[in-house]
């Protein structure tokens, strides 16, 4: 008999305990990827001020053109063959360099990545838009 009273308690109890768990280290895991997540959380419903300019600049990439970008401008670069994000390590062997400077999650990196792109002096600048900046490799 108390094996059985045992067993019905200890089942009452763990529904509730993962549940809780679950709760727990879901909330947990949001606090601590919050700054990964405001990208997904940022409201893009309204264009950006200059998305004209900036859709101008990028249509003088030329089609055939391997281009590297940044997140937030990689789905309006996204119909090409080669297509790099900055993270990846063949990107740098791409044609064409599109950056975002103004990206609240990588602008830093965003900003060092171009400051060393100009300096080595393998890629120039074609235009900006915004906080956008097109970069062409230098002819070999």
Do not use: C, M
Not at 32 to 48: C, G, W
Not at 91 to 120: C, F, H, P, R
Request: avoid cysteine.
């Amino acid at each position: 008999a108390f094996v059985t009273r045992f067993k019905k308690k200890n089942t009452r109890l763990i529904i509730p305990f993962i549940i809780v768990t679950l709760l727990i280290t879901s909330i947990l895991n949001l606090v601590t990827v919050r700054k990964q997540l405001h990208i997904f959380l940022v409201d893009n419903t309204q264009p950006r001020y200059q998305q004209k300019e900036i859709d101008r600049l990028l249509a003088r990439i030329p089609q055939s053109a391997s281009v590297t970008t940044t997140q937030t401008i990689n789905p309006h670069v996204s119909n090409r063959y080669t297509l790099y994000l900055l993270s990846n390590p063949k990107a740098y062997t791409a044609d064409y360099i599109a950056i975002d400077l103004s990206d609240s999650v990588w602008q830093e990196k965003n900003k060092e990545v171009y400051k060393g792109l100009i300096k080595a002096k393998k890629y120039s600048e074609v235009g900006t838009a915004g906080n956008v900046v097109l970069l062409k490799r230098f002819e070999q």
